[in-house]
């Protein structure tokens, strides 16, 4: 039997993808407060592609250690302008004002993956979209 393959996340647009894929997984969603792995982070002046990196990790090592026979997939995604990180909108009107001030500016979107099995990665994609 194959080993399971756990999603660390809560992301139904990452499950949708897997599930286009045809890919049979199940959510295990990390417990993280991502918000302060992030600013941790950037206050030891990590790089918004690193940052992306050590959230995925984060999520699919504290899913993994729980499930060490899974392959567990961690993601995130970092969205920079002029090297400050944007956090996700918390409503329509901070969404709004968010748009207008990437708007006609040069902004990256970085993303990483990660893979956990037996306690350890096995595998990462880390890319980086230009808008």
Known sequence: MPAPILL???????????????????????????????ASLQAEGERPRNIADALAGLKAEKVGLKHPDAFTIGCDQVL?????????????EEARAQIERLAG?????????????????????????KL
């Open 105 to 129: 500016q040069r902004h990256s979107l970085h993303t990483a993956a990660v893979i956990h099995n037996e306690g350890k990665p096995v595998w990462r994609k880390l890319s980086e979209v």
């Open 80 to 92: 920079e302008l002029d090297g400050e990180i944007l956090s996700k909108p918390e409503s329509a």
């Open 8 to 38: 660390a996340s809560g992301s139904e647009i990452r499950a949708e993808l897997l599930r286009r894929a045809g890919v049979a997984f199940e959510i295990s969603k990390a417990r993280i407060d991502e918000e302060m792995v992030k």
